[in-house]
């Protein structure tokens, strides 16, 4: 079994798109190589606050900021100032754990 990098950003800004979706902005301090369909915690002050489908990655030009942009599908009601003011950070949900139940074990339920 193969583990990925956990995807952990600390979120500088966010901005709220006509189309819905938020774009979250800040630092990614770890990630797998695709970021695309991931799901995602929303962490402030140490609160999970939501849970979130990141989109993808939205690029800013070469040279231009060490942040990057990652898009959520859908309206994440935190404001700018809010995300400022406090420890802001997107990081992936942990990996759940498979359950597996011998049939026989179910015989008893039936």
Same mark, same amino acid.
């Given at each position: 079994m193969t583990h990925q990098a956990p995807f952990v950003m600390h979120v500088a800004d966010v901005f709220h798109l006509a189309d819905?979706?938020? /774009?979250? /902005?800040?630092? /990614?301090? %770890? %990630?797998?190589p695709r970021i695309q369909g991931m799901r995602c915690q929303l962490v402030i002050d140490g609160e999970v606050r939501d849970h979130i489908n990141l989109e993808g990655e939205m690029r800013f030009s070469p040279n231009q900021t060490t942040h990057r942009a990652i898009s959520a599908n859908k309206p994440i009601p935190v404001s700018s100032e809010e995300i400022r003011k406090s420890r802001s950070t997107l990081r992936s949900d942990p990996p759940t754990q498979e359950v597996f139940v011998e049939t026989a074990d179910l015989a008893g339920l039936a």
């Open positions: 819905g979706r938020t /774009v979250f /902005v800040g630092e /990614v301090l %770890s %990630s797998p």
